[in-house]
């Protein structure tokens, strides 16, 4: 049995950042709005990265329809073999997206299972019940697109991550002419982007780095090497572009860099001059001022180029003395002390480092607070849900709306899992679903939960110590303890502890009978306390012999 | 032998935050400048607090002539129970620094221990053969100062942390008649803080947060909870104020706001009046808009009033719906994500979070680049030593004296355990010492180095596999080997894995001869990564029957 509500259920993206996935659901129909993945936080200790729990469409496999992407990083496609894997719908995608998504989806041996679709934005397709209308908008990459999806419910403007910039570096701005036909059609809600709620004014356009790109190429008197995100291809333009007008050649470094900006040179997304374009190992011979190179690591991950470069492991070539080094690119929260880390470590070896707040050398690529209240004024909608962002930013759109004048109670500032129901043009908060996370750690795939990370952080903590026993039937040592210990104290055979413990072990063996498992470990982390003030974990095993 | 050079040591605090210590040292006699301690970065996990590798001073205590603090912040101050177990010598400090050391000194039980000697802004004294002239200057604690350190090889300037804050709350200027006294008898070299050598501008006045905190007891329509620094006496100051300005009454939570409340209010340095200030207990039994309360916690630390508050798990008060909870101080680098997982709890628990940049609710305590070339400017210097930051921005205060045309040649950008050696009025750049972290963990000082601080990374990525063997002298097992594991899959008995691996075991202890050990690790490392692309820490006893 169906309902003819409009369901909007946020699997991902609300309430945190960096997981962006909304099913739209309406008469058993549904249709998925991005598969994102995250990175772990600090405290989520060894887990490689973090999909949607997307429970819900998985037992509702049958009623899925399709599956759109609005732009290509790995926050709105990184999670989508995952649900390929589950899910079998069209996707639909524009090329530069749909590019990133075959790669994703090749290195996980599922192209061939995918029934995938190119969109442009301005098209118009169906999807089941749902009349989908994608149009550009700007953002940190190209071929970005919103989404008008139409129901018989209403018409719902998706305006997933956007930026207002006047002057984009791909000289196509937002669409505002769609933005008003949506406005004069009558707009039952909008989802719009809050990733920079706290943040006042209007994001700057990606023209002003010029500016800063100017200085640095003038007065560099070395390399520079140029750090940002594989995926921002606008900064590769105006590195390119800079090159060409300083009279420098221009070189990637790094599989990704290379591999993304070749295929948004393929797909049309990136012109650089034969002449100023060289390959590495050419850039390499040159005289250092004549180049300029582009590599990824600006959030100071080790075993990126520039984490091998501030650690003089890089394989191919070491920094110089004189090279400039650009951060070119906002620290994620988060990473802050490792890109500090690598900055310190970049000046050790003698280069200059440039970063923000020094030099303007990045600009967001999201919309800030003025930006947030004119897409808000164009699209004029019913009701407001604030999407993408913690939900600090989502609480702060939502103040900035009711600022400008928006009926406070029309807003829905809420979290992963809150089921929005739209019928007869009203909206009603629903169920809440179960939702969070999942973690994905090596081979496997949600079978580490929050408890194997609490286990972790009290290893992290004060490390471990093992006691392994030997007795017989009578409960009676047959041999001496043996202890091993790991991240406890600073040498393994720190004796007088360890003999002591052991001491301890076997009088207590002597005196216990029966729960000696029980025993031993409560006696030994307590004796360990006194002495170190410490809690290892204590781990302990009986063999009968 | 003694040399009449004078060397400046750096021990801690260059090329690095928050961990202050100067050596001078003249003719045999050493002066101590500061004792700080620092907190440790995520990545070193673990440890409780790290402080300066004293070794150089330790080896020479007998030279040690005093040692004079600049202020009571705890990355100057929080050493002083490690130093002062060790070497006994006079120590000199202003009132409310002062108690800010006994403080310390008492919970470590070592306050009969030392010599302690008061010193006021203007006092002149002699330690050794150093002359000692302390001087007032502006920071985020009251009572800070810096200091002229003469001796026959010249006049040292040592500006500490500082900021030229025009309208200090406290009233109380940087003394600029000293340091220009300073620079009419000529200054052979100037220490100065770099903290915020990336920051354009001027650090704004503390008065500039009245406007802020007038905006908020204008609307808050609730409680006003302020979370900020247990030092920082001059906030504590301006929020009395707000709260006589808009009669509501003041509380202070949590045992140092008190405990340094009260001291700074029994040494002259906050006088709040008497129909302002209540108890907690008082306040909590106020209406709700009647009271602002101030608290600590305003770095997310789990355990602080702001983080329980957070959590639900507060023990006095819990949240109330129209609470607007104000985080008045900076997130030092490193704590961005636990700050923004409280303030989105916060947000959960129906309080409103007044945070920056949405508020002007917190200026730093550090000068900025314009204040550091004035500094440089009045004082006059022949050498510069960037001090107090880590390398790039001892690196960017360099080049910001360069820029406003000090000689590049005379400026020492260096780090801890560089010798700088002065002589007929030349600076040369002498040996290196060793140096860097100690780390303090539970119980221990010092014996937590860096290799347990990676084998629990180790430990913290893919957790531990224990693996017990009872063997006979043949090599032959003599019952099933016991396997146990943390931190590694989702459930202890993830039984499939955990039975292959002991049919592994059995299996390669039979075919093995000698190697058992090493064997047996190897073999299950690989297996455990073939199956499941992680690499837990495999730790294997034998024992003999």
Redesign the interface.
């Known amino acids: 049995m169906s309902s003819k509500k409009l369901k909007i259920i946020p699997i991902g993206g609300l309430?945190e950042v960096g997981k962006n996935m909304m099913v739209y659901e309406y008469d058993g129909s549904i249709l998925i709005v991005d598969t994102g993945m995250m990175f772990p936080?600090?405290?989520m200790?060894?887990i490689d990265y973090i999909i949607p729990d997307f429970e819900y469409v998985r037992k509702r496999k049958d009623m899925v329809r399709g599956i759109v992407f609005t732009h290509g990083h790995m926050d709105h496609i990184g999670a989508v073999s995952h649900i390929v894997e589950e899910i079998s719908a069209p996707l639909y995608a524009t090329p530069l997206t749909r590019g990133l998504i075959e790669v994703k989806l090749s290195e996980d041996r599922l192209l061939s299972k995918v029934n995938l679709n190119t969109i442009h934005a301005g098209d118009c397709f169906n999807v089941g019940p749902f009349k989908v209308e994608a149009f550009h908008v700007c953002h940190s990459i190209p071929d970005t697109v919103g989404l008008g999806i139409s129901s018989p419910a209403g018409l719902v403007v998706h305006a997933s991550d956007y930026k207002f910039d006047p002057t984009p570096v791909d000289g196509w701005p937002t669409d505002f002419a769609k933005l008003a036909d949506f406005s004069g059609r009558g707009v039952l809600a909008l989802l719009a982007d809050s990733t920079n709620a706290?943040?006042?004014g209007w994001t700057p356009s990606e023209k002003e780095l010029d500016t800063a790109l100017d200085k640095i190429f003038q007065t560099a008197p070395g390399r520079i090497i140029i750090a940002s995100f594989a995926s921002l291809v606008s900064r590769m333009k105006q590195v390119a572009k800079a090159a060409e007008r300083y009279g420098r050649k221009m070189a990637f470094v790094g599989y990704s860099m290379c591999q993304n900006s070749e295929m948004a040179h393929k797909l049309g997304y990136l012109n650089i001059p034969d002449d100023v374009l060289v390959d590495l190992n050419e850039a390499l011979s040159m005289k250092p001022r004549d180049v300029v190179l582009m590599a990824t690591g600006s959030q100071g991950e080790p075993y990126s180029i520039m984490g091998r470069l501030s650690r003089g492991t890089n394989r191919r070539f070491d920094l110089l003395e004189d090279d400039t080094v650009v951060l070119s690119s906002h620290t994620i929260?988060?990473n802050?002390?490792?890109v500090?880390q690598t900055?310190?470590r970049l000046?050790?070896r003698g280069a200059n480092?440039v970063?923000a707040?020094?030099s303007h050398i990045h600009v967001s690529g999201h919309a800030k607070q003025d930006e947030m209240k004119l897409m808000i004024n164009l699209v004029n909608p019913k009701y407001l849900i604030p999407v993408h962002g913690?939900?600090?930013h989502l609480?702060?759109h939502a103040i900035l709306a009711a600022e400008a004048g928006f009926p406070a109670e029309n807003i829905a500032a809420v979290?992963n899992g809150q089921v929005l129901e739209f019928e007869d043009g009203e909206m009603t908060i629903g169920e809440r679903i179960p939702g969070g996370y999942v973690f994905v750690?090596?081979?496997?795939v949600g079978?580490?939960?929050p408890?194997?990370?609490r286990?972790?952080?009290?290893?992290?903590?004060?490390?471990?110590v093992?006691i392994?026993l030997?007795l017989n039937h009578k409960g009676q040592l047959?041999?001496d303890p043996?202890i091993?210990s790991?991240?406890?104290?600073?040498k393994h055979g720190?004796s007088d502890i360890m003999d002591e413990t052991q001491k301890k072990v076997i009088d207590l063996v002597k005196k216990t009978k029966g729960g000696i498992h029980e025993q031993v470990v409560k006696s030994v982390r307590s004796f360990l306390y006194s002495?170190?003030?410490?809690r290892p974990?204590v781990?302990v095993?009986?063999?009968?012999?």
């Open positions: 309430g936080e600090n405290d200790l060894g706290d943040q006042p929260p988060g802050e002390e490792s500090y900055i310190n000046f050790q480092v970063y707040p020094l913690e939900l600090r609480k702060q979290e750690d090596g081979a496997r079978d580490i939960g408890s194997v990370v286990e972790r952080e009290a290893l992290a903590q004060d490390g471990v093992m392994s030997v047959q041999t043996e091993v790991r991240g406890f104290v600073y720190d002495k170190t003030k410490k974990v781990l095993t009986l063999s009968w012999v």
